[in-house]
């Protein structure tokens, strides 16, 4: 149980594009998704908190039109990076609840966003 | 808002040795304070996670303390062996805080035959 998967792994854009990346919960309804941003040997940083049919919760200094989070259903969540410039090149990672209790996190793979 | 410290950064023990990693938080209202296993280039796995209402939780070779008064929690590693060789992180949430984790800032532990 718990499993968390990310889509796509990696990806490679030109700098002014979009990308999309999208959090599913396979084996079970997560009531909340969360998405972080990994640099280079540091901690994960929350970027917004996201409950299914509600507007997403951005943690202060993250650009909501920026970072544009969408949670369709219990199982699916989207994070668009829109006009993606090198400084946004990171690790992006999701996580859902609700399988274990409302605190309980499981982490998606993440994706590997590089902007050229 | 939540503030998480996490010493050390960096840990190197030999293999069999016990490795304890520290953690400590300023938001009293936290409750919920799990560890998780970082491998270079993969997701963070939970490997354990203590409430507040406990003091000491096991699993095999793994042990979380936790001290309410202090505010401070332990990840202890026993019988280390070189797939142990990871970043640990830590991490407190409370709900009045949306259930949001807050992570300290990793440790490298590494696992020397």
């Known amino acids: 149980g718990a499993v968390v998967s990310q889509h796509p792994s990696r990806v490679i854009c030109k700098s002014g594009t979009s990308v999309k990346i999208e959090c599913r919960s396979l084996?079970?309804?997560?009531?909340?998704m969360f998405w972080y941003r990994q640099f280079p040997k540091q901690s994960l940083m929350l970027m917004a908190t996201?409950?299914?049919?509600?507007?997403?919760?951005?943690e202060q200094g993250v650009e909501k039109d920026k970072f544009l989070i969408n949670h369709a259903s219990l199982t699916l969540s989207t994070l668009t990076v829109t006009s993606a410039h090198p400084e946004d090149s990171s690790f992006y990672i999701c996580s859902a609840s609700g399988l274990a209790g409302p605190d309980t996190q499981y982490f998606g793979p993440g994706t590997r966003l590089t902007v050229l | 808002g939540e503030n998480v410290e996490q010493h050390p950064s960096t840990l190197s023990v030999q293999e069999g040795d016990s490795a304890v990693i520290k953690c400590t938080y300023s938001?009293?209202?936290?409750?919920?304070f799990p560890w998780y296993k970082q491998e270079l280039g993969k997701r963070p796995q939970l490997i354990i996670d203590?409430?507040?209402?406990?003091g000491e939780k096991k699993d095999q070779r793994i042990a979380v303390t936790l001290n309410k008064t202090a505010k401070h929690f332990s990840l202890h590693i026993t019988e280390t062996q070189p797939e142990d060789s990871a970043v640990y992180f830590c991490?407190?949430?409370?709900?009045?805080?949306?259930?949001?984790?807050?992570f300290g800032t990793g440790t490298q532990l590494k696992v020397e035959l």
């Open positions: 938001d009293s209202a936290s409750n919920y």
């Open positions: 996201s409950n299914e049919g509600s507007k997403a919760t951005y």
């Open positions: 084996d079970f309804q997560a009531t909340t």
């Open positions: 991490a407190a949430s409370s709900p009045g805080g949306g259930n949001k984790l807050t």
């Open positions: 203590i409430r507040s209402n406990v």
